[in-house]
Structures are given as structure tokens and as C-alpha cells.
């Protein structure tokens, strides 16, 4: 395996500096790699702190997502949110790919803008631009010349604009492409009632079929659990909540439909790196 990289190698030998609260961006590592012998796995059970962006140029690979194994080919990009479980590997042959891990408070905000709100996987049309981009990301980062946070920041913004631009309109071949009704009255009802404590069972009842049955056809339409995207729905209100008003993060948790703040503060961080009080603080100052 070749690989040019920065901040660290494939298998994280070497630490990251980690974005502070006030940072927009931070490169965390950056790099490109090519595989053409064995097979080269990585698994990170506990995921890690920031983004991880890995975009495939040449050859396979194959992600388990929810315990589901997906093959992955040239354009595929895979995306891991912050301490999501990561299990991905190129198998034998020549392959190639090249990624970038990110943090800082600005991050969220452009996965949201360029259409990294729900799922891992998706299928871009064109990798030309992003990987321009990528090489000038590495050259900023390992140079560090003057101005170069200020280009940094220009660059992660491009990848994040091309990424929207070159997005395929298709699902990832082993999604569905067709949402089912059902589902979207269930997506209804998360939307407008995600305070009430909503569980599977409930939605299954709604949709009139067996537990299981809705789970994996949740699953299957939207990307991820259901109530995975129930709680993305949830910290989304809070995010609000902790910015426009003044309420106590008790308060906002059980608005939320969380009604343990502690645990509240545990998934919150886990979203987004920060604890709610620090979350508050970043954009009060904004």
C-alpha cells in the first residue's frame, strides 16, 4: 500500500490535533492512498472524535453499515459522523482512494448544506473537482505557509460545494430508490411530535405491520434506524432551542423528548462534539 497523508497514517498510529470549541475548521488528516496487494481492513468499533470523508478512485471496497455489508466502487464516498462505528475494506487487487477527517463547529453545518444529513453512503458523478481540491487541502496542510488557515477553510468549503454539485440524484445501487408511504407518514410524525416518547412499536402500529417488518423498511427507505433519525430530529430541536432561547439544558432535553439530561448531554456531545452548554456558548458569541 502507497499513501501520501498528513496528521496521521491509515491506521491512526499517529495523534490529531483536535479543533477547539472555537474553531470553524480543522484538518485533522488528509491524505490519498493506494492498495495493490492484501486486503486492507479498518475497524474502529468506538469510531472516531471528528468526520471522516472517504472517497473512492479506483478498485472496491466494502463498508458494514448497521451490520449490513455494502460494496463500494469509483465516486462511492463513505461518511462517518463523529463516533459512529467504522468497518470498511479494499479488497485484493489495486484500489485506490482518498479521504479527509474533520472537526470544529463548522463541519455539521456543511454536511447538512451539501446533503450529508442522513445515511453513509452516496454516489457522486464526478471526483475530478474534489480531488484537485483534496491535493491543494494537502499541500496547505503540510506547508503551512502564510494565509494558510484562510486557504484551508476555502478548500474544506469547495470539497463540501462539489461533493452538492457532483451528488448522483440515484440512491447508492443497494438503496431503494422509492419511498413508501408509510414511511413518509411515520417521517410526518417524527417531524411534528418528536417531544412525545414515540417508540418501534408504536410506528409499526402505525404503518400496520410487525415490529421487524417496519424496521428494516425504515431502514432500507430513509438510510438509517428509526430511531436514530428520531434522535438526529431531536438534537436538531435542541440546537435550536440552546440558540434562540434561554431555557436550562434540563428544560430543552425534556422538550426534546429525552427525559434523562444527562443522557441527553452524552448523545448531545456524541452529535456534535460539544456538550450543550458548550454548544450554547460557541453561538452566543455569533
Same mark, same amino acid.
Given at each position: ?28 488528516? *488528509? ?12 475497524? +474502529? ?14 478498485? #472496491? *471496497? ?9 460494496? %463500494?466502487?469509483?465516486?462511492?464516498? %463513505? ?6 462505528? =467504522? !468497518?470498511? +475494506?479494499?479488497?485484493?487487487? +489495486?484500489?485506490?482512494?482518498? !479521504? /479527509? ?6 463541519? #455539521?453545518?456543511?454536511?447538512? =448544506? ?12 464526478? %471526483? ?29 468549503? =469547495? ?19 422509492? &419511498? ?22 408504536? &410506528?409499526?402500529?402505525? *404503518? ?8 428494516? /423498511? ?8 428509526? =430511531? ?5 430530529? +431531536? ?48 453561538? #452566543?458569541?455569533?
Amino acid at each position: 500500500m502507497r499513501s501520501t497523508l498528513t496528521g496521521e497514517d491509515l491506521h491512526d498510529m499517529h495523534a490529531c490535533d483536535y479543533a477547539s470549541p472555537e474553531e470553524l475548521f480543522n484538518v485533522n488528516s *488528509c491524505g490519498s492512498q493506494v492498495h495493490d496487494s492484501d486486503d486492507a481492513v479498518i475497524s +474502529r468499533p468506538k469510531g472516531r472524535q471528528d468526520y471522516h470523508l472517504l472517497f473512492i478512485t479506483d478498485g #472496491e *471496497c466494502t463498508a458494514k453499515i448497521q451490520g449490513v455489508t455494502y460494496p %463500494l466502487v469509483r465516486g462511492d464516498l %463513505l461518511f462517518y459522523r463523529p463516533f459512529e462505528p =467504522q !468497518w470498511y +475494506r479494499f479488497t485484493k487487487g +489495486r484500489s485506490s482512494s482518498f !479521504w /479527509l477527517h474533520l472537526s470544529g463547529t463548522g463541519v #455539521e453545518s456543511l454536511c447538512s =448544506q451539501s446533503g450529508l444529513n442522513e445515511g453513509n453512503i452516496f454516489h457522486l458523478n464526478d %471526483l475530478a473537482d474534489i480531488e484537485r481540491t483534496h491535493m491543494k487541502l494537502i499541500v496547505e496542510t503540510q506547508s503551512k505557509q502564510k494565509g494558510y488557515k484562510l486557504f484551508v477553510q476555502s478548500y474544506i468549503e =469547495q470539497i463540501f460545494a462539489h461533493i452538492l454539485r457532483h451528488m448522483s440524484d440515484k440512491s447508492h445501487p443497494d438503496a431503494p430508490v422509492s &419511498f413508501d408511504e408509510r414511511i413518509l407518514k411515520v417521517l410526518n410524525i417524527m417531524d411534528r411530535l418528536y417531544y412525545l416518547p414515540l417508540d418501534i412499536e408504536s &410506528f409499526a402500529a402505525e *404503518c400496520n405491520i410487525g415490529r421487524d417488518r417496519f424496521f428494516h /423498511l425504515f431502514t432500507k427507505t430513509v438510510g438509517v434506524p428509526p =430511531q436514530k433519525h428520531l434522535t438526529n430530529i +431531536r438534537i436538531k430541536n435542541a440546537k435550536r432551542m440552546l440558540i434562540e432561547t434561554n431555557r436550562s439544558v434540563a428544560d430543552i432535553a425534556e422538550r426534546c423528548g429525552f427525559n434523562d439530561a444527562m443522557y441527553f448531554s452524552r448523545v448531545f456531545k456524541k452529535k456534535t462534539a460539544l456538550s450543550p452548554s458548550e454548544y450554547r456558548k460557541v453561538y #452566543e458569541r455569533k
